[in-house]
């Protein structure tokens, strides 16, 4: 009876696998992935594989982490080991933390664990999991600095209100900051020289904001000596451009008198807003949409 039942079910999903080989939608797709899945639980092992890899190969969008894994085991069970370790390189690749368990227990792979290629897979997993747990550690570091940063700007902001920004309270307040930011550069290039620019993979959104306010919050001198670090990082994608010019324009401001990509605002009394002197003003929508920035109107 399973027997016929097998043959029924692969005579439908050979129908569907001409439906997803020849379809160019979302339907298509999710349909032949489910197709795969299907034949695999039904122990068709070389089937599922050959389907999978139609799936991928029509629509770069199938190649998520989960289904991956799924075609990986296919492909395990069919024999097919090449394809298999493809697939689990890739998810590794693809920084697929989710799946690192499930490769290493997972028994449909144990068919795999005697190629050399395993270790070098299990070596990558391990790394990843440990530079995993360290972002996380670095990253929750940045963000305390800047909540607790953030605390000691709001209680300036009150001092001033209450005693006038010229105050000895105020200004003695202010040098107590200045040693907590100079503590807080020290920490900020100890983490940088020890692990590079650490980007949104890595620490997250809010990791990579507290990055920059850090930063931003250093004296100039640090700034300046440390600005190739950002530049480098904003060549490599991990710093947006906005944040980028940001940064570029007001060390500009600094040593020039005048910004590269026309960040810095002055409000005078008047509602209308005023850049703050721009370098060769007639190439600047040229400079912003070079880095990817909006021309300003």
């Known amino acids: 009876m399973l027997f016929y039942l097998k043959k029924i079910t692969l005579f439908c ?11 160019q939608g979302n ?3 999710i349909a032949g992935i489910k197709a795969a899945d299907s034949l695999y639980k039904l122990k068709l ?3 599922s594989s050959n389907l999978y890899f139609v799936c991928f190969k029509q629509n770069a969008l199938s190649k998520t982490n989960s289904n991956l894994f799924n075609a990986a085991k296919a492909c395990a069970n069919a024999h097919y080991a090449d394809s298999a370790y493809n697939f689990l390189f890739t998810i ?19 068919k795999l664990h005697p190629a050399k290629r395993w270790e070098l897979l299990l070596s990558m997993i391990y790394k ?34 209450e005693y006038g920004s010229n105050s000895k309270k105020v200004r003695r ?6 040693i907590i930011d100079s503590i807080n550069c020290y920490k900020w290039k100890s983490i940088i020289n020890t692990y590079g620019w650490l980007g949104l993979g890595a620490i997250g959104e809010e990791g990579v904001e507290s990055e920059i306010y850090l930063y931003q919050n250093a004296n100039i001198t640090f700034r300046k000596r440390n ?9 490599s994608g991990d710093i947006d451009a906005c944040d980028y010019a940001v940064i570029a324009d007001r060390i500009s401001l600094y040593d020039t008198g005048q910004q590269i990509y026309g960040t810095q605002v002055r409000q005078p009394k008047s509602s209308s807003t005023d850049l703050f002197p721009v370098e060769n003003k007639d190439s600047l929508n040229i400079r912003r949409q070079l880095i990817g920035l909006k021309p300003i109107p």
């Open 13 to 23: 999903w050979l129908c569907i696998i001409g439906y997803a080989a020849n379809g």
């Open 27 to 29: 339907k298509s797709r």
């Open 45 to 47: 092992f070389k089937q």
């Open 92 to 110: 590794v690749k693809q920084h697929g933390s989710d799946f690192f368990d499930q490769i290493i227990d997972d028994p449909d792979f144990k």
């Open 128 to 161: 990843q999991q440990s530079n995993v747990n360290t972002n996380k550690i670095v990253g929750d570091e940045f963000i305390a600095l800047r909540k607790n940063r953030l605390v000691l700007e709001a209680i300036k902001s009150l001092m001033i209100k």
């Open 173 to 178: 307040f202010k040098d107590s900051v200045n």
């Open 227 to 235: 600005f190739p670090v950002i530049a480098e990082a904003f060549k």
